[in-house]
Structure formats: C-alpha cells, structure tokens
C-alpha cells in the first residue's frame, strides 16, 4: 500500500526532478568551462581594485581566494541559477504537498482510503527529500565532470567538493521543510507560496544588511542563508580543517534539524486539521 | 443491526453552524438518502463520517468504529465517491483504477477493471483528455470496485448521461442486494426515490425529517370536481384522510393509507374529473423546502 503510494509520487514528480538535475548538471559544467577560460589573478586584481568596499563584504570570501582553484570552482554554488533549481524543487513539491492537493482536490479521494494522514505526508516528503538529494548530486557530478573534461591549470580533487555539495543538501532540507510547513499552514497553494517568498526575501535581506553594515551584524543570526556557506566551508576545510570541521557540522545540522523539524511539524498539523472540501 | 449511527453530530465553523445536532442511523444493507438544498449541509455531513472533520459536537461511528478518531478502521469498511471528483491529470484511467485499487485491500485491478467495463468507460485515455462524465465514471468505477460493507457517494449521477445514470443506480441496488449499505445525496428526488429505502432531508444543517419511502408510497393525492353535496367518510377512514375544497367544487384528498376503502368511498360521491397520483417524494420535500 505505501509502496504503491512511493512509486505514485516519485512518478508525478520525475518530470520536475530530471529537470531541475539536468539544468543544475548543465549550468555547472558550462560554468566551469566559462572559468576555465579566465585568468583569474588578472580578473581577481580588476576586482579587487574596481568593487567597492562595501559590495566586497557581500562576497562569501575575499577575493584573493575566490580566485584559487578551489575558490574559483565552488563559488559556482553560490550562483543564482543554483539556489533558484534548488527552490524550484522544493517549493513546487513542498507546496504540492498538502495545500496544493487539497486545494486541486486530488486528496481527497486518497484520503477516503484506509491510509494514515501520516503516510501521505511522508511518502511526499520523502521523495522531496530524495529528490533534494538528487539534485545536490547533480551539482556535485556536474563539477565533477567539469573538472575531468575542462582542464584547469592546477589540479583539484573532486572530494574537495562534498562538503559544499552536502551544504547545498542541507538547505534542500531546510527549503523542503519550510514550504511544506507553508503548505500545511496555508489554505491554498498560492499562499503556501507566498508565505515561502515572503519569508525567503526578508531572510535574504536580513543577510545582506548583515553583511553590509557591522552595526547590523546581528542580523545574520536571524537568516538560514548564513548556514549556507559552501565557499567559505570548502575552503576553510582545506586550509584549517580543524576549525571549520566543527562548523560544517554545526550548519549542516542546524539546516537539516531545522528542516526536519518544519516537515514534522507541517505533518502534525495535517494530522489534526480539519480537510474542508475543495474550492 | 445498525451498521452508521450520528448522535448529535454537530460542526460549526466559527459562528456559523454548518450542522446541529444530526441523529440518524443507518441498517446493514439499507439504502439511505440524503436530500437537501445547497448549503443545507449535506456534504459536511458525509465529510464528518468520513473523518475529515472534527466534529463541534456529537459522534458517528461506522461498525462501532468512531468515525473521527478511528478513521483507518473506518476506511476499511468503506468506499467513497466525493461531490467533485478531481483526480491526477497524468494518469490514465487504467493507472488510475489500478492505484486506487492498491491502496484499498477491499479492492482488487480485475474488480476496478470490471467496474470500468459495466460503465463504459475507455480507461486507456490519459484523464486530462477525457470529459467530466468520463471522470465521474472513472472516480465511480475506483469507488465502487472495493468490496466494503458501506458505500457513501456524494452526487453520484451529477455530469452522467441518462444511460450512465441508470447503470449507477443498478449498481446502487446490486450492492444493496449483495448486503451492502449505502449512503448517498443527490439532487435528483426520482433516483432517491427508486432506489432509497429510507431518505433523510436536511434544512439549514438540521436533520428536518427521516422518511421511509415505503409510507411515501401509500400517500396519494386525489383531486376531483364535486358535482354535487358529498357525504364525509365515516369511521377509520375518516382519520386517514385529508381533505380540503374550495368554493368552486374542487376537492383534493391526501391519503397515507391503503386506497381500497377510500376507492369504495369515492365510488359513492358525485364526482367528475377524478385523478388519483402518488404523492411521492417531492411533495415530502416541498414541505421543507418549498417547491423543488
């Protein structure tokens, strides 16, 4: 029954999930292609001297070290396209979850069968979450083959790349969880979605004003974005990893703890909520 | 042996009372109907025995089992069919027939496939391209597939052609002879009343009336010209009998009870014009709400 339920969902959404991992593929490997292609001391010394300084402090790292091998490869994950594929999936499955299928009415008949409420959840999350995993994989393959057929000028392991790669997971989670949470929360898709965009642009905004200004610094407690740090983690995981191991642990946990916990959460609210008939 | 049982099942949302107070219940291979307006709360009704809504007050069970608190029990014994079935655009109606069929261990692919064949229905169509009738039969053929005690369908001949009609309303009765319950609403006052054997009629969420279908059958309406002065019934028939005329000779009669005396009665008055009719369920209906 709930294997029939798992192969239901992961078939509606593998249209979505080929496309989101193929884009991110793509998109990376091109992009390690465009990289291999600059100088980057040259480009590293243009920007040191053209950015101002407050537009530098929005950089994960300083500039001399985006400009390393490892610098210049990871910071492919700090990259617009990334986080949009990544939300992408998340959200359209987070916000399908509960309030999309309630609100389209293709619960409902699922919900008249002799299956937990609990089950619906999970085998949607589930593959959410599998799906975040694929898609975080891609970019890790993506760099990969990158690597291998691009050919930069010094060498890098693929391995160096994991930790940003599970960081990318990690806030798949967070971003899983928290649209379902919006889902569970919400009496329609379009205000799961809006919750999620609201809550997106003032956590983003509380990053940058974060990191512009040090009388604002505080404010970078207040944003899951400053758990998402994969440049600066592959990095300070080469040169000290005694002092940034801990911190790897200490975000990716926070992200996957956080998620988890919005996913539990959004499953007890559609346990105990009433499922009013569809509009 | 009572098979559904509502005990002061009640559901506000906020101030507004959507349901006070229903009690009814159902036998174990009886058909019940729900009749009722828009908005009168029959589809609360059906979604608080199906567990999807808290009730504010009250309790239902099915098999013994509380509707609410033990929904997977609940489910085992049951199959059912919402007002507005919206099923999963990607599917063909065959995937469709064979998924629900996975996750109710009442059901079987072969049964769902069968179903589909009595109705037919061309499951080899993805859903999106098929229209609201062909949905219907294809949410009904998944509904009616299982084998459960109890059937609950919510609308279950709105968007049908008349054929299709008539087959849903065989099947209603093919599972009332198989011993199965079943529970519907519907609009339609002639399909509940060919194939109830009791209806239940809900105004402004209050249950207004339950009523056996066999004592909607002895009603009769006569109406008939008085040609001259007529001589009232006497004795039994007397208290069986409504009558009212008018200054112009028109008399109608209702009767609950057998016709043969009233017949011998009528026989003996100056009367023209006489038309006998059975007062049927609209008549019950309009009672409460006015003409339907």
Request: hydrophobic letters at 45%; aromatic letters at 8%; a positive charge.
């Amino acid at each position: 029954m709930s294997r029939a339920l798992w192969c239901q969902t992961l078939r509606d959404s593998l249209f979505l999930l080929l496309g989101c991992c193929s884009l991110l593929f793509g998109f990376i490997w091109l992009r390690l292609w465009i990289v291999s292609q600059i100088d980057f001391a040259e480009a590293a010394n243009l920007f040191t001297k053209m950015l101002p300084k407050f537009f530098q402090r929005l950089l994960p790292v300083p500039i001399d070290m985006i400009a390393t091998i490892e610098g210049r490869v990871v910071v492919g994950y700090e990259e617009l396209p990334v986080g949009l594929l990544m939300a992408l999936w998340t959200v359209t499955r987070g916000t399908e979850c509960l309030a999309g299928r309630l609100g389209d009415g293709t619960l409902e008949m699922m919900l008249a069968q002799p299956v937990r409420r609990l089950a619906l959840v999970t085998s949607h999350s589930g593959v959410t979450l599998l799906g975040v995993a694929a898609v975080a994989l891609a970019a890790w393959l993506g760099t990969a083959i990158g690597i291998f057929t691009v050919g930069f000028d010094e060498e890098t392991s693929i391995t160096t790349y994991l930790p940003a790669t599970f960081n990318l997971f990690s806030v798949g989670v967070f971003m899983a969880g928290s649209a379902t949470l919006a889902s569970a929360i919400a009496p329609s898709r379009a205000q799961a979605v809006a919750i999620f965009v609201g809550f997106y642009v003032l956590e983003i905004t509380f990053k940058i004003l974060g990191l512009m200004s040090s009388d604002l610094a505080w404010l970078k407690k207040w944003t899951f974005l400053s758990a998402y740090e994969p440049t600066q983690l592959t990095i300070g995981l080469k040169s000290s990893p005694e002092l940034y191991w801990p911190l790897f642990w200490q975000t990716n946990g926070l992200l996957i703890g956080l998620g988890l916990g919005a996913l539990a959460a959004a499953a007890t609210i559609f346990c105990r909520r009433d499922v009013p008939a569809p509009l | 042996m009572v098979y559904l049982q509502a005990s002061g099942l009640t559901k506000h949302y906020g101030r507004f009372t959507a349901l006070e107070q229903c009690t009814f219940q159902a036998g174990q291979g009886e058909v019940l109907g729900l009749l009722g307006p828009n908005g009168a709360g029959k589809t609360t009704l059906l979604r608080l025995l199906l567990g999807f809504l808290e009730p504010s007050a009250g309790s239902a069970t099915i098999d013994g089992f509380d509707c609410y608190r033990q929904t997977i029990e609940v489910h085992r014994r049951l199959s059912y069919l919402p007002g507005d079935p919206r099923l999963p655009r990607k599917l063909t109606g065959r995937q469709l027939l064979q998924f629900f069929a996975k996750l109710h261990p009442s059901s079987s692919p072969q049964a769902a496939l069968k179903m589909a064949k009595r109705l037919a229905l061309d499951i080899s169509r993805p859903i999106r391209q098929m229209s609201t009738g062909m949905r219907q039969k294809l949410a009904l053929a998944a509904t009616l597939a299982p084998d459960v005690p109890l059937v609950v369908l919510d609308e279950p001949t709105s968007n049908l052609d008349p054929n299709a009609r008539g087959s849903v309303l065989q099947l209603l009765r093919e599972a009332k002879a198989a011993g199965k319950t079943v529970f519907f609403s519907s609009h339609v006052l002639s399909e509940v009343e060919e194939v109830s054997e009791r209806v239940i009629i809900l105004r402004q969420g209050r249950l207004a009336e339950t009523v056996r279908m066999a004592d909607v059958r002895h009603q009769h309406r006569i109406r008939a010209k008085l040609t001259g002065p007529f001589s009232p019934p006497q004795g039994a028939l007397a208290g069986d009998l409504h009558i009212e005329h008018d200054p112009n000779g028109l008399m109608t009669i209702q009767t609950g009870g057998p016709l043969e005396p009233l017949l011998g009665w009528l026989a003996r008055q100056p009367l023209e014009e006489l038309r006998i009719e059975p007062l049927g369920l609209k008549a019950v209906y309009q009672r409460h709400h006015g003409s339907a």
